[in-house]
C-alpha cells in the first residue's frame, strides 16, 4: 500500500486548501482512512478521519465545520477540504490507512498501518 499526500501549500488567513491522497494497493471497501498533522515540538495529531465502510466521518473537535474529509472510489483518493485557515493550522499534514481498522483506533496514530509522505500547510496572518 502506498500513499501521496499533495496540494499543501501557503495561504493567508481565512483562505482554503484541499489536500489529496492517493492510495494504490489498496481497496476502498473496508477500515479506516485518516488525516493527520503535526508542527515542530508537537505530537502528531488527528485532524479528520473516515470509516470506509459507510463513509461515516469524525472530525477533532479544533477543526470540526471548517474542515471536510469526503473520498472518490473512482479515483481511490481521500481529500481533506479546509476552510476557514488560521496560523494554528500550520503543520505537516499526512493521510494514513488502516485496511482492517476500527472505530476504537481511528483518532489514534497508532492505529494506522501506513502513511503519505506528508504535505506541509502553511498559513499566514
Known amino acids: 500500500v502506498q500513499l501521496q499526500a499533495s496540494g499543501g501549500g501557503l495561504v493567508q488567513a481565512g483562505g482554503s486548501l484541499r489536500l489529496a491522497c492517493v492510495a494504490s494497493?489498496?481497496?476502498?471497501?473496508?477500515?479506516?482512512m485518516g488525516w493527520f498533522r503535526q508542527s515542530p515540538g508537537k505530537e502528531r495529531e488527528f485532524v479528520a478521519g473516515m470509516r470506509l465502510s459507510g463513509g461515516y466521518t469524525y472530525y477533532a473537535n479544533s477543526v470540526k465545520d471548517r474542515f471536510t474529509i469526503s473520498r472518490d472510489y473512482a479515483k481511490s483518493t481521500v481529500y481533506l477540504q479546509m476552510n476557514s485557515l488560521a496560523p494554528e493550522d500550520t503543520a505537516v499534514y499526512y493521510c494514513?490507512?488502516?485496511?482492517?481498522?476500527?472505530?476504537?483506533?481511528?483518532?489514534?496514530?497508532?492505529?494506522?498501518?501506513?502513511w503519505g509522505q506528508g504535505t506541509q500547510v502553511t498559513v499566514s496572518s
Open positions: 494497493g489498496r481497496s476502498f471497501s473496508g477500515g479506516n
Open positions: 494514513a490507512t488502516a485496511p482492517r481498522g476500527i472505530l476504537s483506533n481511528l483518532r489514534e496514530p497508532s492505529g494506522y498501518d501506513y
